[in-house]
């Protein structure tokens, strides 16, 4: 699972054209907006079938968006942590031999 927020920069008169938009994006929320300064925030959840990084490249194609910046990543994976991983590569020191 992976979430991400974004920080939408869009033109003020432009704001319900876009909010339009990105509810057509997969996994697209939005949460708050600012008329005044044309500011959007976003998040993306990944799901079946996309991925965030395909969720955000379609929302920063929106036509009236000028600038996105990410605010937030979160990624949870099903992989084991890295500390829990087969060594591939021993240090010097453990190839040692014993001096016993």
Same mark, same amino acid.
């Given at each position: 699972?992976?979430?991400?927020?974004?920080?939408?920069?869009?033109?003020?008169?432009?704001?319900? %054209?876009?909010?339009? %938009?990105?509810?057509?994006?997969?996994?697209?929320?939005?949460?708050?907006?600012? %008329?005044? !300064?044309?500011?959007?925030?976003? !998040?993306?959840?990944?799901?079946?079938?996309?991925? !965030?990084?395909?969720?955000?490249?379609?929302?920063?194609?929106?036509?009236?968006?000028?600038?996105? !910046?990410?605010?937030?990543?979160?990624?949870?994976?099903?992989?084991?942590?890295?500390?829990?991983?087969?060594?591939?590569?021993?240090?010097?020191?453990?190839?040692?031999?014993?001096?016993?």
């Amino acid at each position: 699972m992976r979430i991400v927020s974004l920080v939408l920069r869009i033109a003020p008169h432009s704001l319900p %054209a876009a909010e339009s %938009a990105l509810a057509a994006i997969p996994g697209v929320q939005v949460h708050a907006q600012d %008329a005044a !300064t044309g500011k959007l925030i976003i !998040t993306i959840e990944d799901g079946p079938g996309y991925s !965030t990084a395909d969720s955000i490249l379609a929302a920063h194609k929106v036509p009236c968006v000028l600038s996105a !910046t990410l605010a937030y990543e979160y990624g949870e994976d099903d992989a084991p942590p890295a500390s829990q991983l087969p060594s591939l590569h021993r240090s010097p020191a453990q190839e040692a031999p014993s001096c016993h």
